[in-house]
């Protein structure tokens, strides 16, 4: 008796599933395209662009994992539309722009920025390899993944996994590798592509450590075959859907992009190139480096490393000095030194191909670094207002040229100093470091990166101080020692069409579907590496 009990029991669980899992909403991905371009960091930027169908609602949501925890940055979008986002561990909590009923189509636009996903391959060469989102109980009806190598990669060096790819090529000057496919649920894609060493940093030496991902792979399947014959079973017993017609998607303006660095603000108001080198050369000498050597043409050393220096001394006195931290002063002169902060992409990439062994500019190293500028601002202004944004940084610009009158002398030394990356961007920005520093009488001692700068030791008056800056700089941007030619229209503004990026996060009641990206990020192999 007790036996059948328990058959009873276990039919009517099959038949109503609500009383033992989540009663959540079914919906189908009708599309997922998704865009990895792999940056000169070794980091991965990545755009994933999801037709979500609705057909049993309602639908708030869904979770969407990401390949680590500590990403850089992620954002989603509809339209128009900034999305609330919720990070949790290895998964966005994402919310829809509206509630979806039966027959309703959301179209996501999702950003995610993942640091350090290259690692070692076969000798001489690098890799990466991603599992785009896979879904535990929906079919993906249309996958396609396009890889795209970092600047200067040729399709001749590119390996991709798996062999071969159903396209690939050459497109705006970088090598990528292309994919379509069809996944069942819970099914995966894994896919890869590898290089020639010396196109990107902050390589890895190994994969992370699987751990017990084959374990929970096998318990996972388990479950989902449970949860499938209860949801066939549960599907079998409801009424009919209704279909719905997907809408055309219109793009708005997402407004204005207020995270560009200043070199990518640069970029975005079209600045000469060699202007841009020479704010490039400076954010590199306040960071440790590179010291300049001589201008008229420029002339620069690759500074080592802390860990590399055995031992330090201060640019300006010569005093040995004990380099435990980032910033010291010396003991004997009292002078400010920094050593070294944390590099962006394209200091990284103009450190490997902008300097020649002979402490020159190389202009083909030089074409890289602007190209690949000019792409990443780029998809950072996809879907803003350029002419908003544009006014936007000019005004800023100005914001801190009025900040540095507000402030004692003393102190528009020290800001002059912050800023400068920013202000020397301005077109009039030699009239108004002159005016701004021609009455301050309290003289300035250069510290080390300013000396890096080719800043003559000594002291200044302000007056002093504007003249002598302005020299290293017009030098630079009259003669570096390359070719204007060989850089002309590089640096042009152009129509952009769609996406973005930021975050808004906010606690509201959701019923979520789930998708899965797993952390693999090792080195693509098999066939064709």
Known sequence: MKKRYSIILVIILFLFPGNFTADGPEFVIEEENVEITVLEDSSLDIWYFLTIKTTFGPQRG??????????????????????????????????????????????????LLVPEMVYKDEEGRVGVEFYPAWWDYQQVNALRVKFIAPEGVTKEDLGCYPAPADNFGEEDGRAFAYWERVLNS????RCG????????????????????????IGLAIIIIVVLAIAFGIYKAVKAAKKMYTDPIMSMESLGVRKD??????????????????????????????????KWDPVKIE???????????????????????????????????VVYEGKTFYYE????????????????????????????????????????????????????????????????????????????????????????TFRDVDVM???????????????????????????????????????????????IAPRAIAHSGKSCVCACVH?????????CACACAGGGGF
């Open 186 to 189: 819970g099914e995966k894609f």
């Open 193 to 216: 592509i590898s290089f020639p060493e010396g196109y990107v940093t902050n390589v890895a030496e190994e994969k992370p450590s699987a751990g017990n991902l084959p374990l929970f």
């Open 62 to 111: 869904i979770y969407f994992g990401i390949p680590k925890e500590d990403i850089l940055d992620y954002s989603v979008t509809s339209g128009s539309t900034m999305l609330d986002v919720e990070k949790q561990g290895t998964k966005l909590k994402i919310y829809f722009p509206a509630i979806a009923d039966s027959g309703d189509v959301t179209r996501l636009k999702i950003h």
């Open 348 to 435: 990284n990439q103009f450190l490997l191909k902008g300097i020649k062994k002979d402490g020159t500019l190389d202009v083909n190293g030089i074409k890289l670094v602007l190209k690949s500028l000019n792409r990443t601002v780029d998809r950072k202004i996809k879907g803003y207002c350029r002419r908003d944004t544009e006014k936007y940084y000019k005004e800023r610009i100005e914001k801190y040229w009025g900040e540095l009158k507000k402030i004692s002398p003393e102190e528009r030394y020290r800001l002059f100093g912050e800023k400068a990356g920013w202000l020397m961007i301005d077109e009039k920005f030699d009239d108004k470091a002159g005016s």
């Open 510 to 518: 959701c019923a979520c579907a789930c998708a899965c990206v797993s």
């Open 444 to 490: 300035f001692r250069p510290t080390s990166w300013w000396l890096w700068y080719n800043l003559p030791k000594g002291q200044y008056s302000g007056k002093e101080f504007a003249k002598e800056f302005g020299k290293g700089k017009s030098s630079i941007e009259k003669n570096p020692g390359i070719s204007a030619k060989k850089l002309a229209g590089i």
């Open 302 to 336: 690759i500074l080592p490393s802390r860990k590399e220096e055995k031992s330090y001394h201060c640019p300006n006195c010569g005093a040995p000095m004990r380099g435990e931290s980032e910033k010291e002063f010396c003991e004997y002169c009292g002078c400010e």
């Open 260 to 293: 560009l660095d200043n070199i990518e603000a640069a970029v975005l108001l079209g600045a000469h190139p060699f202007k841009i080198i020479n704010i490039l050369l400076f954010g590199l000498v306040k960071k440790g480096k590179i010291k300049i050597l």
